[in-house]
């Protein structure tokens, strides 16, 4: 494949998690725009995101058939269309001072719109990544979905703290805020107009040439592929508790024990998220040069071993061992999830891979991802011990770690010599 279309694909990974995270950056903002600021509001907002969250799997099963059935530069250009006519929308909305609670409602509905619309987004990219990668550079080039999400992040971040920083609070919460969401909706666009020149996926070019397109994709990979759907979740559930607890808590985390202020802890995220950004390629190329399962097996030793002595250093008090706690969990969840790319798409062959993803590693993140968060501050709440984060990644890793030994190496062999 061209390597413009790779680029492409690999980029508009960075667009699609800018606008799906940038709900999350505005949060307070938007309660008062939408929701009225009254009490409840900040709660109601943050539920939106859980919900569009929840709407991931169901996104990535339907554009998983779209990708499986009819191509998947097909599959993208709908996912990322429907995308740009979610955040052009909430650019667009009317305020809750305009027309009462059905701004919220509007907002929420939208909200589950660009869920279900990036449940297709990244396992799209994960596939057409690897299926036009050089055989020997699977690991390196589909671990660049990965890093590009984490980009995405961090353009949230800043373009949310440049508009708050240039606006005052009332023109903030007049038009200010539009602000940031048109930037996405334009990205967005330009990212749609990119991929209509990307070229198909030679994969799906040979089961079309071939006639092996799975007519209903669904019913073939669970009457073919269940161990294949077993070992993707199971590698995405690491994927997912490490980073959503390793790395997003850690704000809420160091507050709600008193060892950072938010300001602080918000900066130790950002450094956290540029290691994942550096350590991410460099571990889909160890996988590349040592296989995957090496790589999975040492990483899941690491998720068991290390995480609650880390959560013992970041909840000391201490600044310099907070940050080095948090950088040591953000390496583990980089390599993580930069080896889980191209191992849960490695799982199934070319026919059924999408909406395979979709039923493992998709489903793993919505279970793994979206909820343990929440859980973790409640049990630290409830059982006053604050290394119930460390604890949980440790068993989910203690738990997935006989999976990974017991699995096949699913490096092509060519890509060992």
Partial sequence: MSRRSMVVAGLSTVVEWYDFTLYLYFVTVLSRVFFGGGEGSLVTTLAGFAVAYLLRPLGAVVFGHVGDRYGRRTMMLLSMALMSAAMLATALLPTYAAIGPAAGWLL?????????????????????????????????????????????????????????????????????????????????GSVWLARSTMQESPDFERQRAAGTTPPKPFRYVVGNHRMGIFRSFAISALGS?????????????????????????????????????????????????????????????????LPTTLFSLMGSGSAAQALLGAVALAAVAGGVSAVGAVATAEQF?????????????????????????????????????????????????LVVLPIFLKAPETRPRAAAG
Avoid at 171 to 187: E, M, N, S, T
Avoid at 295 to 301: G, H, K
Avoid at 358 to 376: D, E, I, N, R
Wanted: with cysteine; aromatic share 8%; hydrophobic share 55%.
């Fill in 108 to 188: 929420l509905l939208l909200r589950c719109v660009m869920g279900f619309s990036v449940g297709g987004e990244y396992t799209g990219v994960v596939a057409y990544l690897l299926e036009g990668a050089p055989i020997h550079r699977r690991g390196l080039i589909a671990s660049c979905a990965s890093a590009a999400s984490e980009v995405g992040a961090l353009l949230a971040v800043a373009v949310s703290a440049l508009t708050v920083h240039a606006f005052s609070e009332a023109d903030l919460a007049g038009w200010g805020w539009r602000i940031p969401f048109l930037v996405g909706a334009a990205l967005a």
């Fill in 241 to 305: 508790i490490t980073y959503y607890v390793g790395i997003t808590y850690v704000p809420a985390f160091l507050t709600s024990v008193g060892s950072l202020t938010e300001n602080r802890a918000l900066w130790l995220s950002t450094a956290a998220a540029v290691v994942v950004i550096v350590v991410t390629p460099f571990v889909g190329a160890l996988s590349d040069r040592w296989g995957r399962k090496p790589v999975l097996v040492a990483l899941a030793l690491a998720s068991a071993v």
């Fill in 349 to 397: 062959p070319g026919e059924g891979r999408l909406t395979g993803l979709a039923l493992g590693a998709t489903a793993a993140t919505a279970v793994f991802g979206g909820l343990t968060p929440y859980l973790a501050q409640v049990l630290i709440a409830r059982t006053g011990w604050p290394l119930v984060p460390g604890a949980m990644i440790a068993l989910v890793a």
